[in-house]
Structure formats: structure tokens, C-alpha cells
């Protein structure tokens, strides 16, 4: 079907897509607060199982390291790796 | 119904009449199937039935216990919903196929002795080949050639594996297994081969990309899966696996990540979550092989699910590929929306069932105090909330507006779609009703407040790093290419080498055919200079010449002996 609609969805209208990125910061922030009530052992218990995981904003920082690994070392070998999609045939 | 009979020969059985019918009557007759399969499996209740000996092995047609009943629900359910996904398609090979590939999946789940077991292992291995050549496409059938030899390959090993087995210990029982003997390193490949074990994993990435838009749906739900099952029945807590787990876990994430075509990209992703389930494996005990059943049921609806999303895209625009795609969401809101829940169930959000599920995996690895282990799978779990979670939606489905327009994936397919993600949600919305049904009877405290917010923190920072990454250019870019892999080893690498030795071979042959033939001209010249035509061997002489030389011979010959 060719362009038929002229509906102007809300991505497409300039600043919303900053408006997304600023939620997600935002949400950030609001899912470190536990983390910061565990260090004064105020309403939010950790339950850790093991050491690593008293420390203080474990799984965001972690999951923060992980994605940098992994965008690093495919950004890294995606030249070395990278193919032409008939290279094969 | 004939007294246990197994329920995956119900779905076999009833491949054989579809050819017969058409139309609407065709499309109940499928539906009606799986759901015949399931009331079978649930009357049946627990038990063992089929025995009868053969050249005195015992075998076990039907055997449901807990872990198999786990596998054999999952497995009707994706049947069911994969079959409800391809109602549209005319095509009566795919839809036999189908049957045939679910029901013996669905066999080989119940299989009581290894006998059975390789049976139907064999047929999913040959039934499921045609839905990669459902295509028909010349690329689809060099794919599906290489799936078929890999596959067999998997069931001439197992073969191998029961026959040593059989030796070893006279009972053919498909149980729990002590891991060591040349027997069980046969059905650990066999069983590896299908798990897609690192480095032989690259038929997954290769075929499911290349089968029908229905077929990848299909084929994702069962042979890895039937894998699984295989290895958490005859080898819980076997430590070797442990380590092959983890390599999974890890090793398939990169490709994920730089892949362009949303179904490869699912391949790999698949992969990775495989791993979860072989480490869980290896650790064993109840809580990890509970993990294994309850990861594995969640994992078939949220991959089939994704494969329905990025199936209905390639559907209505020809193409799965993220560089070529783009606005989607304008056109398939609906399927987007599916794509957002899949998503939002694999990279395990509270509320649906893989938070509950990789719970399990996750605190298992930690009771045994192998933190390292978990590192590793929660580097997994953040990989596979880029991977899919956030990958196959923003880039296949609300990425920049192309301007192309297409129609909203069939209301059939949507269907599919919905069952799957409502059985995802569900087992999330109510943990305990689903591991009611695991192996082992267990408490289960799925929503701790730290639980759900440890796993929000985890899911926020990897998206502000992705939303950073896109922002900033560094998040790899999108290209129309391949991605090497393994299968580079055999399918350039080996081709060439073979290629080389055929040319030096028959360089050497043209030389050394060369050298003789010269010889054999050397010597017809020299035999006709001195033999031929008119030469002084074959020249006409004289009676009296001759005689005069036979009498010189004769007085040479005298002189000589009696001097």
C-alpha cells in the first residue's frame, strides 16, 4: 500500500523521542532510590545472597558494564566478522 | 482412545488424513489435533503404558512422568498456537510436515526406552526438513541440506550411543545416567548436536532463517527444546555441562547484536537462552531442574512469539531485514504491540513469566555458591534485553519511517500471537499455579520487593546505555551483510581446502599421466625404429642369410661349452 495516511503519530513530532530518553534517566534515578534507602537500612532490605550484591547499585551498575562489553566488542570485531550477504553463494 | 496410547502418535496419525481433506474442513482437522493430543496427555494422568519386548529389549512406548508431562503440555500448546499461526498457508506439504515434526517431538518427550526415543527422534529430523524447503527457494534447500546432515548426524550418534549402551549395561530404559562412559559421550553429542552445543550450533542460525514465514515459528518450538529434555532426564547435575552452558550463555550474544536480519537475530538470541537451561542442568538438584522445565516452557512462548512478530513483519513487507524496514508500527500496530510484550517477557519484566522462570536458574547457581556462574548469566540476561528486548521491536518495528504502508498481519496469526503472549503474562501474573506443574513441588517467593527491584534496576540501566548508545553513534551500525560464524569453518575454510586438494590431486595426476604417456610414446618409437616397417628387425632376408646365422650361432655356442 502506497503512503496513504498524513496522521502525525507521536514519534514522529520533534522532541518526543528526548522526551523518551529523558523518562528513561528519570527512571533510573527513581529505581536507584532503593539502593540508597538500603545504605541507611531504611524501608528496603537487600536480601543479598551473596557479597557482590551489597554493593551499592549492583545490578544497575552491572548491567551498565555488561552493555558496554557487549557493544564494545561487537563494535570491535564487526569489521573482522562482516560479509557481503552473497559471500556464501 | 486406545489405552496410552502415546498422544505425539495422535498428531502423526492425523498428518496421514489431512492430505484427504481441504478448506475449512481442513483447517478444524488441524486445530482439533493438538487439542485431541492434550485431552489425550491429561487423561492419561502419570503412568507408564505400551510395554511390549522386541529381540528381547523392553521397550516403553508412553512414559509421562512430571518432567516429561512439563515438556508434552508446552509442546501441545505451540503446536496448537504454531498451527493456528499457519492457517492461511495452502500449502499441504508444510501442514503434514508440521504434524508430523510436533507429534513425534511430542513422542520422543514421552519415550520410555531409547529405542522409542531414537524412532521418533529421527522423524522430527526428517519431517522438519521441509519446512525449510517449504521455501523453495535455492537457498532454502542448500540450508535445509545441510540441516538434514547435521540432524541425521545427531541420530546415527545416538544410535551409536544406545547400541554401546545397550552392551554396557542390558537395559535400553531412558533414565538418569552416571556420565563417563564411551556410551553416554555418544548421546551427550547427539543430544549436543540438537541443544546447538557451542560449535554445533550453527544449523539453528543457518536454517530457521531460511524457512517459511510459519516454519521458523514452528521449527523453534521443538528440536532445541526436545534437546533439553533429553539432557535434564539422563544427565542432571553432570558438571561438564555447567561450562559448556556458560560458553552458550555468552558466545551467541555478539552475533545477536550485529545481526541484521530479525530472524537470524532471534536464532542467535535462542542460542544464548539455551545455555541457561544446559547450565541449569549441570548444576542439578530439584530447584535447578525445576528451573530447566519451568525456563524451557516460558522460552517456547516467548521465541515462538518473537518468530510470529518478526514472521507476520517479513509476511506483509517480503522482507526481515532491519535496514529495509522501517515505520512499521504505522501500519501493524497490532503486531507491534505483541512485539513490545515478547519483548518485555524475554527480557524477563515482572509481571510476566520469565521473571518468575530465570529466577529459578539464577538463585539455583547462587545456592551453590558458583557466583562466577552467575556473573556469566546475568551478563546473559543483559545482553538478551538488547538483543531482543530492545533490538527486534525499536529497530524492526518503530524505526524511521520509510514511507511504505503495508496491511496488519491476519487476524489468524494475531490470534497465535495472543495465545502466546497470554500464557507468557499469565504464568507471570500467577508463578504458582504454573510450578504446581514443575517436577518437584516447591515454595516459590517470585515477587520479593528486591527481587522486582534488583531486575528493574538491571533493565533500566541497559536501556539508558542502549538509548546513550544510539545517541551517540556508538551502537553498532546496521548493515546489509552476513555475520561470520563457525560455519565458516566448513563452509568456506573446509570448501576451499577441498577445493585446493582436488586441484593438487589432479595436478599431480595430470603430471604423473603426463610422464607415462611420454614413456609409453618413447618406447612405441624406439620399437618402431628398430621393429618397424622396413627396419632391420623386421626385414624379409634369406632362407641361406638365415641358416648362415643359425650355423654361426651353433658354432659359438659349441666353442664356448666344450672348449
Known amino acids: 500500500m502506497p503512503n ?13 523521542v528526548n522526551k523518551l530518553f529523558y523518562g528513561v534517566v528519570a527512571l533510573t534515578v ?36 555488561s552493555m558496554l562489553v557487549l557493544l564494545g566488542v561487537s563494535n570491535s570485531v564487526s569489521n573482522f566478522l562482516k560479509r557481503d550477504e552473497d559471500y556464501y553463494d | ?31 482439533a489435533l493438538p487439542v485431541l493430543g492434550l485431552a489425550q496427555l491429561i487423561m492419561l494422568g502419570l503412568g507408564s503404558w505400551g510395554q511390549f519386548e522386541i529381540m528381547g529389549m523392553q521397550l516403553t512406548v508412553t512414559h509421562i512422568d512430571p518432567l516429561s508431562r512439563v515438556f508434552g503440555l508446552i509442546f501441545h500448546v505451540a503446536a496448537f498456537a504454531g498451527i493456528l499461526y499457519s492457517l492461511h498457508v ?53 540450508s535445509g541440506i545441510r540441516y538434514l546432515i547435521i540432524q541425521v548426524t545427531s541420530g546415527v550418534v545416538l544410535l551409536g550411543g544406545i547400541a554401546l549402551y545397550a552392551a554396557d549395561t542390558g537395559s535400553i530404559k531412558f533414565e538418569t545416567m552416571e556420565f563417563g562412559s564411551l556410551a553416554t559421550w555418544f548421546f551427550l553429542i547427539a543430544f549436543g548436536i540438537k541443544a546447538a552445543f557451542p560449535l554445533l550450533h550453527n544449523w539453528v542460525q543457518d536454517s530457521y532463517p531460511e524457512a517459511t514465514v510459519t516454519g521458523s515459528v514452528i521449527l523453534s518450538a521443538f528440536t532445541t527444546k526436545l534437546a ?77 512469539l518473537m518468530f510470529m512478530v518478526t514472521g507476520a513483519a517479513l509476511y506483509r513487507t517480503g522482507t526481515a531485514k532491519i535496514t529495509e524496514l522501517g515505520g512499521l508500527y504505522k501500519s501493524m500496530p497490532v503486531t507491534s504491540t505483541f512485539a513490545i510484550l515478547g519483548a518485555l517477557i524475554i527480557i524477563a519484566a515482572p509481571l510476566t513469566g520469565a521473571f518468575a522462570t530465570k ?18 548469566m ?57 510450578f504446581a506443574l514443575l517436577p518437584t513441588p516447591m515454595e516459590s517467593h ?66 604423473t599421466k603426463g610422464f607415462g604417456l611420454m614413456l609409453v610414446g618413447w618406447a612405441i618409437d624406439k620399437a618402431e625404429k628398430s621393429h618397424g616397417e622396413g627396419q632391420a628387425m623386421s626385414r624379409t632376408v634369406s632362407s641361406g642369410y638365415a641358416v648362415s646365422v643359425i650355423l654361426i650361432l651353433f658354432g659359438i655356442a659349441l666353442v664356448v661349452i666344450y672348449a
Not at chain 1, 4 to 16: I, K
Not at chain 2, 9 to 19: H, N
Not at chain 2, 503 to 509: D, E, G, H, K, Q
Request: contains cysteine; hydrophobic residues 55%; aromatic residues 12%.
Open chain 2, 359 to 376: 529466577a529459578l536458574i539464577m538463585s539455583a547457581a547462587l545456592d551453590a555458591k558458583m557466583v562466577i556462574l552467575w556473573l556469566a
Open chain 2, 446 to 511: 517470585t515477587y520479593t520487593a528486591s527481587h522486582v527491584v534488583t531486575q528493574l534496576q538491571l533493565i533500566a540501566f541497559a536501556v539508558l546505555i542502549f538509548a546513550l548508545a544510539l545517541r551517540t553513534g556508538y551502537y553498532p551500525k546496521m548493515r546489509d551483510s552476513i555475520t561470520l560464524d563457525f560455519d565458516w569453518i566448513y563452509r568456506k575454510a573446509g570448501k576451499m581446502a577441498l577445493t585446493k586438494t582436488s586441484s593438487i590431486v589432479a595436478n599431480f595426476w595430470d603430471q
Open chain 1, 30 to 65: 527513581v529505581l536507584a532510590i532503593p539502593d540508597i534507602f538500603a545504605l541507611f537500612n531504611i524501608f528496603y532490605d537487600k536480601h543479598p545472597k551473596t557479597e557482590i550484591e551489597e554493593i551499592p547499585f549492583f545490578y544497575g551498575l552491572y548491567a551498565m558494564i
Open chain 2, 228 to 304: 533439553i529434555y533429553a539432557l535434564a532426564r539422563s544427565f542432571p547435575g553432570t558438571d561438564l555441562l555447567i561450562w559448556i552452558g556458560v560458553v552458550m550463555v555468552i558466545f551467541p550474544v555478539v552475533h545477536a547484536t550485529l545481526e541484521n536480519d530479525l530472524r537470524r537475530t532471534m536464532a542467535y538470541s535462542l542460542n544464548s537462552q539455551q545455555g541457561f537451561m544446559i547450565i541449569a542442568i549441570g548444576i542439578g538438584g530439584d530447584l535447578a531442574i525445576n528451573g530447566v522445565a519451568a525456563h524451557a516452557t516460558i522460552s517456547i512462548l516467548y521465541t515462538c
Open chain 2, 1 to 31: 482412545m486406545i489405552e496410552g496410547l502415546n498422544p505425539g502418535i495422535i498428531l502423526i496419525l492425523g498428518a496421514l488424513i489431512v492430505p484427504l481433506t481441504s478448506g475449512f474442513i481442513r483447517g478444524i482437522l488441524l486445530l
Open chain 2, 90 to 142: 495452502k500449502d499441504t506439504m508444510q501442514h503434514v510436515a508440521t504434524l508430523i515434526y510436533a507429534g513425534s517431538a511430542i513422542g520422543a518427550v514421552f519415550a520410555g526406552d531409547l529405542i522409542t526415543l531414537f524412532t521418533f527422534w529421527e522423524i522430527t529430523a526428517v519431517s522438519s526438513v521441509f519446512l525449510i524447503w517449504a521455501s523453495r527457494t535455492e537457498r532454502s534447500f542448500k
Open chain 1, 4 to 16: 496513504s495516511d498524513n496522521r502525525t503519530y507521536w514519534l514522529d513530532r520533534p522532541g518526543n
Open chain 2, 378 to 434: 546475568l551478563f546473559g540476561a543483559v545482553a538478551v534485553i538488547d538483543n531482543v528486548g530492545l533490538k527486534i521491536p525499536l529497530f524492526g518495528f518503530f524505526s524511521k519511517d520509510n514511507g511504505k504502508r503495508f496491511q496488519e498481519a491476519p487476524l489468524h496469526m494475531l490470534l497465535a500471537m495472543a495465545v502466546m503472549a497470554g500464557f507468557g503474562i499469565f504464568i507471570g501474573l500467577s508463578p504458582a499455579t504454573f
